[in-house]
C-alpha cells in the first residue's frame, strides 16, 4: 500500500508556472505507475493529466502536450508536474495518484489505486 500527498499548488497569472509534488509513503514508488489527475471546477470526473510508467515511459493529455512535464525519482519516492504556460482551462484540484501493472498502458482509463487528497490549482487572467 502506498499513501500520496501533494502540495505545491496556489494562485498564479495566465502564462505562468507551478510545481506540483507528491511524496509518496509505504510501499517502493517503483512498483507503480504514477500519475496527475485534475478536476475542473463543477466537474466529477477526474481528467489523466501525465501519467509515468514503471520504466519511465511517460504520457500526456492532449491538453498539455509541450506545457507539463512529469517526472519521478524512486529514491525519493516523490511524483512531480512541471507546468509552464498555465491556462484558465488548468485551473482545478489535481490529484496524484498510483496504480498496479497496466494502469499507465489504459492511460488511466481503467482508475488507479491509490489517491491523495488534492492541492488545488488557480489560474487567473
Known amino acids: 500500500q502506498v499513501h500520496l500527498a501533494e502540495s505545491g499548488g496556489g494562485s498564479v497569472q495566465a502564462g505562468g508556472s507551478l510545481t506540483l509534488s507528491c511524496a509518496a509513503s509505504?510501499?517502493?514508488?517503483?512498483?507503480?505507475?504514477m500519475g496527475w489527475f485534475r478536476q475542473a471546477p463543477g466537474k466529477v470526473e477526474r481528467e489523466m493529466i501525465a501519467?509515468?510508467?514503471?520504466?519511465?515511459?511517460?504520457s500526456q493529455a492532449d491538453s498539455v502536450k509541450g506545457r507539463f512535464t512529469i517526472s519521478r525519482d524512486n529514491d525519493k519516492k516523490t511524483l512531480s508536474l512541471q507546468m509552464n504556460s498555465l491556462t484558465r482551462e488548468d485551473t482545478g484540484m489535481y490529484y496524484c495518484?498510483?496504480?498496479?501493472?497496466?494502469?499507465?498502458?489504459?492511460?488511466?482509463?481503467?482508475?488507479?489505486?491509490?489517491w491523495g487528497d488534492g492541492t488545488r490549482v488557480t489560474i487567473s487572467d
Open positions: 509505504g510501499s517502493a514508488l517503483s512498483r507503480y505507475c
Open positions: 495518484a498510483a496504480g498496479w501493472a497496466g494502469r499507465c498502458a489504459a492511460g488511466g482509463k481503467n482508475g488507479m489505486d491509490y
Open positions: 501519467m509515468i510508467d514503471t520504466d519511465g515511459t511517460t
